[in-house]
């Protein structure tokens, strides 16, 4: 934080901030989420139509409102059940996907979750096409093909990349 930036208190992030995309209340100040890509948008529908098909309810750039602290929007949240209007309880997923943010900030991001009792953080890279899922041994992120789900699901990674190659080459012009 730069010498001389007044923090913000949540009311006064809520009456600024609340009804606008891609910002977040992190300890007093505001944080803008990276610009997402097409491909960004793209497999944030993907993961949530696979959460959905894994038992899970889904939603996308949903406040969590468990820490008033700390008030991120993850590109995707599931659960078996999602509290209305925000999630004030911790979810069973929180899912990231790499933009343009700086890793230093995905890793923060990340321990925070685990703070807040999240119970399984993933991280994917539409470009690389790789997934990481969060570490509470190692406090660190850790690579995967697969991850066994809070539920007792499966979620195999290259089925997801196959599903986001299928989309872009059908929607590919001549």
């Not at 948008?41 to 939603?59: C, M, N, P, V």
């Not at 991120?72 to 911790?90: N, V």
């Not at 069973?92 to 230093?104: H, K, N």
């Not at 807040?116 to 509470?136: C, L």
Request: with cysteine; proline share 5%; aromatic share 12%.
């Amino acid at each position: 934080m730069a010498a001389g930036t007044t923090l913000l208190t949540l009311e006064q992030f809520n009456a600024q901030y609340a009804n606008e995309h891609g910002y977040e209340y992190w300890f007093g100040e505001v944080v803008q989420k990276g610009m997402p890509t097409w491909l960004h948008g793209l497999l944030q529908l993907i993961l949530a139509e696979f959460f959905y098909r894994a038992g899970y309810a889904t939603a996308s750039e949903i406040d969590l409102r468990i820490d008033s602290n700390w008030q991120p929007r993850p590109d995707i949240i599931a659960a078996t059940e999602i509290e209305q209007p925000y999630p004030t309880k911790p979810v069973d997923i929180a899912a990231e996907i790499l933009s343009d943010d700086p890793m230093t900030k995905v890793f923060e991001k990340c321990r925070n979750y685990a703070r807040i009792a999240v119970r399984q953080i993933f991280v994917f890279d539409p470009e690389a096409k790789m997934a990481w899922q969060w570490s509470r041994e190692t406090n660190n992120l850790e690579r995967i093909q697969s991850a066994n789900l809070t539920n007792g699901s499966t979620l195999e990674v290259d089925q997801i990349w196959a599903e986001m190659a299928a989309r872009m080459a059908a929607r590919r012009g001549p």
